[in-house]
Structures are given as C-alpha cells and as structure tokens.
C-alpha cells in the first residue's frame, strides 16, 4: 500500500507544467503606451483571477457604454502565449495570442485581441507605478 502511495508521488512530482508562475508578477495596472488609454488589470475579481480590460467608454445607440473589448477575461499562460476566454463572450473557448513578458522592462507584449481604430497588431502595455 504504500508503494502505491509513492508511486503517485513520484508522477505527480514528474509532472511538468507548461504553466508560467507568472501570475504575481502580472499582477497590478497596466496601460497601453501608444494611446494612453487602455489598461489591463490583472488580480482577483471575487475569488476569480482574472484580467480586466478597461477601454474607456463610446457613444452607442444614444447610450454611453463600454468600448467592445472592455470587460473580463480569463486567462492562461503557456509558453510564449497566453489563451483569453472573455466572460461577456457567448462563446465559451479560449482563444490564443502570442505574449511577452519582459520583467526587465515591465513591458507585456501581446498580440491585438480587441478591436481599435489603430493599425497595430501587437499592443504593447507597461506597468503603472
């Protein structure tokens, strides 16, 4: 029996995981250095860690609302990308995009995920002090 025991042990601690421990280190406000005014906040929402996308707000239909992309997003990293499962989507999949994270720099790198008047594909966002 309790060779059973280490055997699990010993799989499990054998295990790799693609998964960054990045999470600590992302958390925090971030803003895009282009426009000034799109910010990614990374932390607990409820007891959910999530990323929340703030992009300021349009006029839509005679309403104020949220500019599209605007919201929370799940969020895994892998390697060199990270996968965005946006909550307020009716499609429930992750979607992949390539991520940087540079900790030298406090720069993150990702490719565009949400719509913007720019011709950028990568949006590069820089921690707020």
């Known amino acids: 029996?309790?060779?059973?025991?280490?055997?699990?042990?010993?799989?499990?601690?054998?295990c790799k995981s693609?998964?960054?421990?990045?999470?600590?280190?992302?958390?925090?406000?971030?803003?895009?250095v282009n426009t000034k005014s799109d910010t990614l906040?990374?932390?607990?929402?409820g007891d959910q860690e999530a990323m929340m996308v703030n992009?300021?707000?349009?006029?839509?239909?005679?309403?104020?609302?949220?500019?599209?992309?605007?919201?929370?997003?799940d969020y895994k990293i892998l390697k060199n990308?990270?996968?965005?499962?946006?909550?307020l989507s009716s499609y429930n999949g992750y979607i992949d995009?390539?991520?940087?994270f540079d900790l030298k720099t406090s720069r993150i790198e990702v490719d565009k995920f949400y719509e913007t008047d720019s011709t950028v594909t990568k949006l590069v966002f820089e921690r707020l002090k």
Do not use: C, N, Q
């Open 1 to 14: 029996m309790k060779y059973v025991f280490l055997i699990i042990a010993i799989t499990l601690m054998s």
């Open 18 to 32: 693609d998964s960054l421990s990045t999470a600590d280190l992302l958390k925090g406000k971030w803003i895009e």
């Open 41 to 45: 906040v990374f932390g607990l929402f």
């Open 55 to 73: 992009r300021g707000y349009e006029m839509r239909d005679s309403f104020r609302l949220p500019k599209h992309g605007s919201g929370p997003y």
């Open 81 to 87: 990308k990270i996968s965005l499962r946006y909550y």
């Open 97 to 100: 995009y390539k991520f940087k």
